[in-house]
């Protein structure tokens, strides 16, 4: 009893100690603020009634495709050269971020600090984030009795969203905003919300892979390592090797603009003044969905299933034969997964580097040797289907392979590291909405009644 006592004084103490520490990253947003604020209002002022898209009929049936109707500061994608994190490509992240001294990737707390301020951070900065990540990884003793307490049945990601709900409780803006906090001040409050969200995810992720997939003893952090390799540690997983594998997956998967169903709720819910853990929340409920975060699980099963289907027929993997199970696939009315995208026009940048880390660590292996060899020969076959506008893969293509060579076989549990690196992105984006003010999203909806009664008198989309 007296040792929990005393753990109990200790975080509390330690949570007063964050509430009253500025770090020179908020320091820096603070002083970015009044000229951000500033461009944005000149700008709407002179521009602010100009026709931004056209929307049809067709694209509010069809999920919102292509209507421009979002501003996201952190992250654009252009369909012929894929995703640029303010302005930077994913090779030149690689070349420009810092990274660990024993690594070749960049380090994801690099990657929040560019999103977040829209600066490549120096050596020492990112070092320092790193530390005060590892400062506030404190995690209340009842939120791990809760998760220790879930059903082993209960599927990771659902785990996962309850895990960001009961942390719910040490919410800085949601204290702030009943206290009567001016709205000049919910970024600051967002800002502390979001480090210490970043801080306890890799914690409370790790403690549900050990609860489903292993003995339930959970591993203690090392403060000598950066965020990601720390989490890769708390999972059981240790080597100079899975340590740069996951800096890569957690910093290419952060942001993705702000569109995608994980992003875009965050925003939403955050938009009511929902604090960032809810908004957290609801964007990981939005990322478990199979359209969206289980998409390389998708990708790996059937190339398991591809690999069966051979075996079975006692056919070699070559291309002949790899390309009549993939006309096979899709004489089926099926598709290939981890090929295509909504906006991309080519092969997803997120892909291509994947590809090239496998290639000098996993070049030997069989999986990778067939994604190799499906990378060579699908996008010729969907071009000559005809059926698909990019028949290039995208990043789900290539990640459960990575995964899988380290031993990461449960894939049930992808997409929560999938989550652990989407939160850098939208809580950067969720900081920068309550800097700008943005206000509670409300877009109009109408009937298929009222649409028949308005149609006629529409003009044709050119």
Not at 134 to 163: E, G
Not at 260 to 276: E, I, Q
Request: glycine share 6%; aromatic share 8%; with cysteine.
């Amino acid at each position: 009893m007296m040792r929990f006592q005393a753990r109990r004084l200790f975080q509390q103490c330690n949570t007063i100690n964050q509430r009253f520490y500025t770090t020179e990253l908020k320091t820096i947003l603070a002083n970015k603020l009044p000229e951000r604020v500033r461009e944005v209002k000149e700008f709407r002022a002179e521009y602010g009634n100009r026709v931004l898209t056209e929307a049809t009929i067709d694209m509010a049936y069809s999920g919102m495709r292509g209507i421009k109707s979002l501003v996201t500061e952190t992250s654009v994608l252009d369909p012929n050269e894929g995703i640029r994190f303010r302005g930077l490509t994913i090779p030149e992240c690689q070349e420009r971020l810092p990274k660990a001294k024993d690594g070749e990737q960049p380090l994801p707390e690099a990657m929040f600090w560019l999103l977040i301020t829209g600066d490549v951070p120096t050596q020492s900065q990112t070092d320092a984030l790193s530390k005060e990540l590892h400062k506030r990884a404190v995690i209340p003793d009842t939120v791990y009795n809760i998760i220790d307490q879930l059903p082993q049945n209960l599927h990771p990601m659902t785990q996962f969203s309850t895990a960001i709900n009961l942390l719910q409780q040490d919410s800085q803006f949601a204290k702030a905003y009943r206290n009567g906090c001016p709205k000049a001040e919910y970024w600051e409050h967002a800002f502390e919300d979001s480090l210490d969200i970043l801080a306890k995810l890799p914690h409370v992720a790790s403690a549900i892979y050990r609860n489903v997939f292993k003995d339930g003893k959970r591993i203690a952090p090392d403060t000598n390592l950066d965020w990601a390799a720390n989490y890769a540690h708390m999972m059981g997983f240790d080597s100079k090797e899975i340590y740069d594998c996951f800096r890569l997956y957690l910093s290419i998967h952060t942001d993705h603009e702000g569109g995608n169903v994980s992003a875009h709720t965050t925003h939403l819910v955050g938009s009511a003044l929902s604090d960032p853990y809810l908004s957290l929340s609801a964007g990981m409920n939005g990322l478990a969905g199979p359209l969206h975060g289980l998409a390389n699980q998708e990708v790996l099963r059937w190339l398991k299933e591809i690999q069966a289907r051979l075996a079975k027929k006692g056919k070699e993997l070559n291309k002949e034969n790899l390309s009549a199970e993939i006309w096979e696939t899709l004489n089926e009315g099926r598709v290939v997964p981890g090929f295509g995208h909504a906006v991309l026009r080519k092969t997803d940048p997120r892909y291509q580097c994947q590809r090239e880390f496998a290639l000098k660590h996993m070049k030997d292996y069989p999986l990778f040797q067939l994604v190799d060899m499906v990378y060579q020969i699908v996008p010729g076959i969907l071009t000559e289907q005809g059926k698909t506008k990019n028949p290039f893969p995208n990043v789900d293509a290539h990640s459960g392979c990575l995964l899988q060579y380290y031993n990461i076989s449960e894939e049930d549990y992808y997409t929560v590291m999938f989550g652990v690196s989407r939160a850098i992105g939208c809580l950067s984006s969720l900081v920068i909405d309550r800097q700008l003010g943005l206000p509670l999203e409300r877009p109009k909806s109408l009937s298929t009644e009222k649409l028949k009664e308005m149609a006629p008198k529409l003009k044709v989309a050119q």
